[in-house]
């Protein structure tokens, strides 16, 4: 598989997309006014806690308060035990209203809801994955050969310090690193959270204690694997940074770091910009003719697959079969490339063989294996709906660029002309018989001033009999089609 990295970075935002065999799969967006928050390090106050929940709202400096579970708190009272043990003490135990404690965001705030925060930090590097309060050594399961993963955690518990009470996650990356590349990460995150410590007891409550990498470098830290052939970036400061970042952590890549320095926007090479715009769109055309209907809400995500000009070439159920199996692969990138979380429904189109439902939900997790963010199927319910989860862990692609309808408010539909005649209607009844006027103003939409003028223009003129009094019409170009106003003249 032919993978590049696509960087489009300026001093207010950097999008970062990923492209495998000339298809875009993934799309990250940073902006200097909303960073993602993930991974930061702040030293937090306790505002309150809530035993009811196990949980605690911690004040990080945020316009919103952070979230923190009780499972996400570190006791020192199981820390020989290397695992933590199932909690049944209440929160109050564990922390305190007004405490001050070290925390990390795992998730950026989401709609209405603050960050998600724990007090188990991590700090990656291009390697590994250092955990204070963790124990042991784990291994990617990315990492599938037995005897490279043996090898990976014995370098690793060879470098631990004796004294060292802390824990490493071996990452993908690593697979075939020499043992002199992973001690040097061991080293150099161990320095890194003593800075960080002590940073952290010098700083005040609600203050950022330690910020992730830019976009532009998190992307040679996390996603720079070997069958990327070249990172591409259009920003020249940018592109010495990330080679100045890969010639101490990757220089191995070093050559594959290119700036890109034609007139065309970088982001047009493989349709880019085009495919972004289209991942906005609520239906998803496939190739054979079907589509996909897209609905994101605040509980779930709904994918509809529909045959729509497709008839095939053979029966119906073979019709529906190939469709459902070219939406399970499409539905897979969709998810990626839209960054969909939380619960999603799939109604694939009902087939009658038992033996290509079977091929359809293989078809769908194997097209799910390539994405690295956690994804799990738990079910068909009795009603044929493929029931699955991805953890959600940033904004999706919707909510990072849109927002929703000032005319609609997010619903996605709006009163019809018609309907708004016929409110203007009892609104000039209920104001004719409640006040005296010499003439009534119907300030509205264009399309509902000339349907009044139109479609309703005999109604309109036995209303001003009924009530005896004029009527007068203007258009208000500001207006939506369901807004209106009756005025007293």
């Known amino acids: 598989m032919s993978t590049e990295i696509l960087i489009n970075a300026n001093t207010h935002e950097a999008r970062a997309a990923v492209v495998e065999n000339g298809v875009l799969q993934e799309v990250y967006i940073e902006r200097s006014s909303r960073r993602g928050l993930i991974s930061n390090i702040y030293k937090g106050r306790v505002s309150r806690v809530l035993p009811g929940m196990q949980a605690a709202f911690i004040e990080i400096g945020m316009e919103r308060t952070a979230f923190l579970h009780a499972s996400d708190i ?23 209203e007004g405490n001050e404690i070290l925390v990390q965001v795992v998730k950026d705030p989401l709609g209405t809801k603050g960050a998600r925060l724990t007090t188990y930090i991590t700090l990656p590097s291009r390697l590994l994955v250092y955990m204070p309060q963790g124990r042991g050594v784990g291994v990617s399961a990315r990492i599938e050969h037995e005897a490279e993963r043996e090898r990976l955690r014995s370098t690793v518990l060879a470098g631990i310090e004796t004294q060292e009470n802390a824990g490493y996650i071996v990452r993908t990356a690593a697979e075939d690193a020499p043992a002199e590349a992973l001690r040097a990460d061991m080293l150099y995150l161990r320095k890194l959270w003593e800075f960080v410590r002590q940073k952290g007891l010098r700083t005040g409550a609600g203050n950022l204690v330690h910020a992730d990498l830019p976009l532009h470098l998190r992307v040679l830290r996390d996603m720079l694997r070997p ?126 063989e038992p033996d290509h439902r079977r091929q359809t939900l293989q078809a769908l997790e194997q097209a799910l294996g390539d994405d690295h963010v956690k994804t799990n199927i738990s079910s068909v319910s009795p009603l044929g709906l493929v029931e699955m989860t991805r953890k959600r862990t940033r904004e999706s692609l919707e909510h990072m660029l849109c927002q929703p309808c000032p005319t609609c408010e997010g619903r996605g539909f709006v009163k019809t002309a018609e309907t708004v005649c016929y409110e203007v209607f009892r609104e000039i009844v209920r104001q004719a018989r409640q006040f005296d006027c010499r003439q009534l103003l119907v300030l509205a939409h264009q399309d509902v001033i000339e349907r009044l003028l139109d479609e309703e223009s005999s109604a309109l003129g036995e209303l001003e009999l009924v009530t005896g009094v004029p009527i007068r019409l203007q258009t208000e170009a500001l207006y939506g089609v369901d807004q209106y106003d009756v005025v007293l003249m």
Do not use: C, W
């Not at 020989?80 to 043990?85: K, L, R």
């Open 74 to 96: 570190f006791d020192a009272r199981h820390a020989d035990t290397g695992i933590e043990a199932p909690r049944t003490e209440n929160i109050r135990s564990l922390v305190a």
């Open 227 to 352: 069958d990327v052939e070249r990172v591409l970036i259009d920003r020249p400061s940018a592109h010495q940074e990330m080679r100045e970042f890969a010639a101490s952590f990757v220089p191995e890549m070093l050559e594959r770091i290119e700036l890109y320095g034609e007139k065309r926007p970088i982001f047009e090479l493989h349709h880019v910009e085009e495919e972004i715009h289209k991942a906005l769109d609520r239906k998803v055309p496939l190739k054979s003719g079907g589509h996909l209907i897209i609905d994101q809400t605040e509980s779930m995500t709904t994918i509809d697959v529909n045959t729509g000009a497709f008839v095939g070439h053979r029966n119906l159920e073979e019709t529906i079969f190939r469709t459902n199996l070219e939406a399970a692969v499409t539905i897979a990138r969709q998810l990626r490339l839209r960054n969909l979380g939380g619960i999603i429904i799939i109604d694939f189109i009902d087939m009658e």
